[in-house]
């Protein structure tokens, strides 16, 4: 069975700084591995994914994510953080063998503050 | 550009009535699935469709009905509605390629009273 893991409900960091929301997984074959960022009263946006290649993927509003394959990690990056980012982040797992179905972690609360 | 639909976007239920909540998807997506997301539990699958005429269980079905009678819509039923169904429900729509990530609905909200 494929799983998701989450390790902070919360992440608290000053506009400007970098950011990192963190995330590791555990899955019977390859790992198609996805975040997405979800804003009050909204449904969820992708933000960008991992699915081979360079371990570093860019994705949307200057997110970036790095792949390691011998931690099972897949945690969000951002170099500078703004207000806006303050949102729920989530990671997901899509497991090649599995139907297309996702898993999905509990979810990082991100707060920016000014 | 509509993406993915869901109507209605609050409903309040009696202990016991029934409701569908509809999902409409225009971007041609074989897959399509229903989560519940609760505080603290991310995200729960519930059912899911890879194509018309096609459903089976997720991780938390009990209580709940599905059917994709057209490749565009999945239904989702609650036959007599409980207390423990109060959440957010969620439609996601994918291509079968499992290389693309999911597009989301804004939601129902239900509350079960």
Redesign the interface.
Known sequence: AQSVAQPE?QVNVAEGNPLTVKCTYSVSGNP?L?W?VQYP??????LL?Y?TGDNLVKGSYGFEAEFNKSQTSFHLKKPSALVSDSALY?CAV?D?TN?????????TTLTVKP | NAG?TQTPKFRVLKTGQSMTLLCAQDMNHE?M?W?RQDP????R?IH?S?GEGTT?K?EVPDGYNVSRLKKQNFLLGLESAAPSQTSVY?C?S?Y?D??Y???????TRLTVV
Not at chain 1, 99 to 107: I, L, P, R, V, Y
Not at chain 2, 40 to 43: A, K, S, V
Not at chain 2, 101 to 107: E, I, Q
Request: charged share 15%; aromatic share 26%; no cysteine.
């Open positions: 409900d198609y996805f997405y009263n909204r449904g969820l946006q992708f994914k699915i989530f899509r090649e139907a297309g179905k996702s898993t999905f972690g509990d979810g | 993915v897959y699935y989560y603290g539990m991310g995200l699958l899911y890879v089976a997720g969620f996601a994918s079968s499992r290389t990530g999911y597009t989301f609905g804004s939601g």
